[in-house]
């Protein structure tokens, strides 16, 4: 008697980055965010998989990519309780669950047409007033761009 197959099995990577719990609706956000899709080395995804945590979830496989600190403030901003795990020789060699940073820097473009950050090229600057809401206060007009509204350059 066959059993059923209940799960797929990903090949492993050597070396690189696998980034779990991301909001099923999240996945190209991040892969485009992280420019993932012009990356010349091997990337796995998978959406809507199934999660007893989250409900679903969706993951990324990089090969060969370790990711700056910069870069993990981005994937904060649309998967706050992301992990990411660092792979080298086939074993996790550190974990981190991403989290929002108090400040965000050249990531998002402020929402307001009339931002001196839209008209000059000025690097965008941003405080986090609300980590749970995700609400940024630009620090040229004051003005506040919600989770909605971000804009990732």
Request: charged share 30%; with cysteine; proline share 3%.
């Amino acid at each position: 008697m066959n059993e059923k197959v209940k799960e797929l099995k990903v090949s492993a990577i050597e070396n690189g980055t696998v980034i779990d719990h991301i909001p099923a609706s999240a996945v190209f956000q991040v892969i485009k965010m992280l420019k993932l899709d012009e990356f010349d080395q091997m990337v796995l995804f998978g959406t809507n998989l199934e999660s007893k945590k989250y409900g679903s979830k969706g993951i990324i496989k990089v090969s060969n990519k370790f990711f700056k600190p910069e870069e993990l403030n981005k994937i904060s901003l649309v998967a706050p309780h992301a992990s990411v795990i660092e792979i080298k020789d086939y074993q996790v060699v550190k974990k981190t669950i991403v989290e929002i940073p108090d400040n965000i820097t050249a990531i998002v473009k402020c929402f307001n047409p009339n931002c001196i950050t839209n008209i000059e090229v000025i690097t965008t600057r941003f405080d986090v007033v609300d980590k749970e809401e995700i609400r940024l206060k630009c620090r040229y007009c004051e003005k506040i761009t919600v989770k909605n509204n971000m804009v990732f350059k």
